[in-house]
T-cell receptor
């Protein structure tokens, strides 16, 4: 499986935007970029995913580099409830029932 | 939205006993479910892939006789930790793949097992 690299931790102030980076230099052409987050003592929660184009949903935005070797998860206004571990994961393309392989993720701390 | 539920959310048992954890997809059919284990301050590690009506596929290093997985219906998979020992204490999480999968995996709330 292609690997992803994320910073171990990041801090943000409440109500400010947060940009969480992810490097995936060995991504293949059919790999989707997924982001999940995990709050303490809970299962992971889906945030967003994309293939080539930038994506927006109610939770976040995903900016994908033109060469797809990196991506950035953008939380537009961080709240205290956004404090979690954020995982950037590559999922093999269509027709695959492959599981998601989790890396170490980024621990986001939101300061009041 | 799709919901995956685990039960129990936490369990404490004595060493040597067996514990069963259930994973249910509440509003969709899941032909494939995955079981993960997570130790404190570590990431999720895939244990096995559970396919409805067939044997589970275990990841390298996971003992299939110790971690029994049954996926007897399209909405239920169970993980039984047999003869549990303190080193089996962990956070167990299941996830389910929805038919016509668009990409998103749905995760349960997790089950915390403590073996005394």
């Amino acid at each position: 499986d292609a690997k992803t690299t994320q910073p171990n931790s990041m801090e943000s102030n409440e109500e400010e935007p947060v940009h969480l980076p992810c490097n995936h230099s060995t991504i293949s052409g059919t790999d989707y970029i997924h982001w999940y987050r995990q709050l303490p003592s809970q299962g992971p929660e889906y945030v967003i995913h994309g293939l080539t184009s930038n994506v927006n949903n109610r939770m976040a935005s995903l900016a994908i580099a033109e060469d797809r070797k990196s991506s950035t998860l953008i939380l537009h206004r961080a709240t205290l409830r956004d404090a979690a571990v954020y995982y950037c994961i590559l999922r093999p393309g269509s027709g695959s029932a492959r599981q998601l392989t989790f890396g170490s993720g980024t621990q986001l701390t939101v300061l009041p | 939205g799709a919901v995956v539920s685990q039960h129990p959310s936490w369990v404490i048992c004595k060493s040597g006993t067996s514990v069963k954890i259930e994973c249910r997809s509440l509003d969709f059919q899941a032909t494939t479910m995955f079981w993960y284990r997570q130790f404190p301050k570590q990431s999720l590690m895939l244990m096995a892939t559970s396919n409805e009506g067939s044997k589970a596929t275990y990841e390298q290093g996971v003992e299939k006789d110790k971690f029994l997985i049954n996926h007897a219906s399209l909405t239920l998979s169970t993980l039984t930790v047999t003869s549990a020992h303190p080193e089996d204490s962990s956070f167990y999480i299941c996830s389910a793949r929805r038919e016509g999968w668009t990409g998103e995996l749905f995760f349960g709330e997790g089950s915390r097992l403590t073996v005394l």
